[in-house]
């Protein structure tokens, strides 16, 4: 698990400790030392806590005149037992929609596991930034983890499907992978009411 580093080919582009407007600006990631675990595992020092014990996350980009921001995550998500997702809405999201973000891109490659419980906060989420135009897109989750979803009926607040699994973003600029997700979204949106 410590050697899997969140993705770091955007950072010529940006950095979310030097983003004045991140909720993670000037947080220190000390390289050499690792604190925190997943499964009693350490993981590598890029990853950021946000107050779960069991997922982290690395902000990879974030657009102010796109509004939008791509998320990866690592490790468990568990609102069963730990409330991630209020962890996540109350310390990450609310931040970044304040700073006019309303599309979020969520890349879940490294989610190892999908424990779900309330939809709430979900459904907060999704009100919030459908009032500006936006969404919430779930790339690349295990089958497991996309059922888990499914049965805790979060398929009414995120978005995701067979189009979002298996999507080679490293590939892609982040402006290519907005482009792409919002041409998924559009196809899915005319499916709907047409």
Partial sequence: MNDIQPYFKWRAKYIAT???????????????????????????????????????????????????????????????????????????IEAMMKEDIHKFILICDNVLNFHGSDDSYYEEWSEEVSEEGGWICVLNARKHIRDEMQNTGLQHYLYFDDATDDIIWQSKTAAQLLILIEDLMNRQIKQLYY
């Fill in 18 to 92: 030097d983003d004045e407007r991140s909720p993670f600006h000037n947080v220190v990631n000390d390289e050499t030392q690792y604190t925190y675990k997943i499964y009693n595992y350490y993981i590598h020092p890029e990853w950021n806590y946000f107050g779960s014990d069991t997922l982290y996350l690395k902000i990879l980009f974030v657009d102010y005149d796109q509004k939008y921001a791509i998320i990866e995550f690592i490790g468990e998500w568990n609102d069963c037992l730990h409330n991630d997702i209020m962890h996540l809405k109350r310390e990450v």
